[in-house]
């Protein structure tokens, strides 16, 4: 069996998936023209063809044509492929691959109308069970999803006193200054003083502000001992879900000129644009 049937191979899984050229390309770090030369009858490295099989969603057995070969558990495959990249695209390529997933596996006869050749794209998908969010391009790159069992999805948009206060203080630009200046860095705890130099805002209002943080457990305090008396430092609350939060605010407040796909398949799965 020679390497001209994986260029085939190739070709044929690349369809089904509805993957152009480049989109193949691009998942595995090679040119649209690399792609067109296997399908043309060249062949891939021998190396890459376990990065070939986990974007086509195939085993390497069946590169080669062997119809017989088992498919693999995608999860685990994921897992590894993901596992396997460098640090610095690792997350890049896990939401890239979530997009595609969704796009895929929802919303692929949007591909009729919309261009998803471009890089820069946003897919929004709601279902009754959850919906996912993701944002793709050179700049910056989100993805946000939620699963839940039939019927509790309502629940997640549902809101009470909690989410009022924890609105009602983020309205204020100072209240958000210290949120972002705390999340943008290395979790620490840092005293009042500190935070106050560091966003500009006096030192009361910003002890006001970090009270109310605590309060929603935004933050938590740590009282400190010093050669002065005591102190208050305040670190970010790591089990929070602000930072996706936050992201989204600005997505949702910002235009922008990127693609932008809505599916809502709510509706017995009849989705719309």
């Given at each position: 069996m020679g390497y001209s049937i994986v260029g085939e191979q190739i070709l044929k899984f690349r369809k089904e998936k509805g993957l152009t050229q480049r989109e193949l390309g691009e998942a595995i770090g090679v040119s649209s023209s690399a792609v067109s030369q296997w399908e043309s009858g060249g062949a891939p490295d021998i190396s890459l063809l376990p990065a070939l099989s986990d974007i086509l969603g195939v085993t390497v057995d069946a590169l080669f044509g062997r119809t017989e070969a088992r498919r693999e558990d995608m999860e685990e495959t994921?897992?590894?492929y993901i596992a396997s990249l460098p640090e610095e695209t690792c997350l890049e390529r896990l939401i890239s691959l979530m997009r595609r997933a969704a796009f895929s596996g929802c919303v692929q006869k949007a591909a009729d109308i919309v261009d998803f050749d471009s890089r820069d794209s946003e897919m929004i998908y709601i279902a009754k069970d959850g919906f996912v969010t993701a944002v793709l391009s050179g700049g910056q790159s989100f993805l946000s999803a939620a699963h839940c069992q039939e019927g509790v999805f309502a629940q997640l948009l549902s809101w009470g006193e909690?989410?009022?206060?924890?609105f009602s203080t983020l309205s204020s630009p100072d209240a958000l200054r210290v949120l972002s200046k705390l999340y943008s860095e290395a979790p620490k705890h840092?005293?009042?003083?500190?935070l106050a130099k560091l966003t500009g805002i006096s030192p009361d209002e910003t002890e006001k502000i970090?009270?109310?943080f605590t309060e929603l457990k935004l933050t938590e305090e740590l009282e400190l001992e010093t050669e002065d008396g005591s102190t208050r430092a305040?670190?970010?609350?790591?089990?929070?879900?602000i930072v996706p939060l936050l992201v989204s605010a600005r997505l949702t407040a910002e235009s922008s000129s990127d693609i932008k796909i809505v599916a809502d398949k709510r509706?017995?799965?009849k989705g719309g644009n």
């Open positions: 994921v897992g590894k909690g989410v009022t206060r924890l840092r005293t009042v003083g500190v970090l009270q109310k305040y670190a970010v609350n790591l089990n929070r879900a509706n017995y799965g």
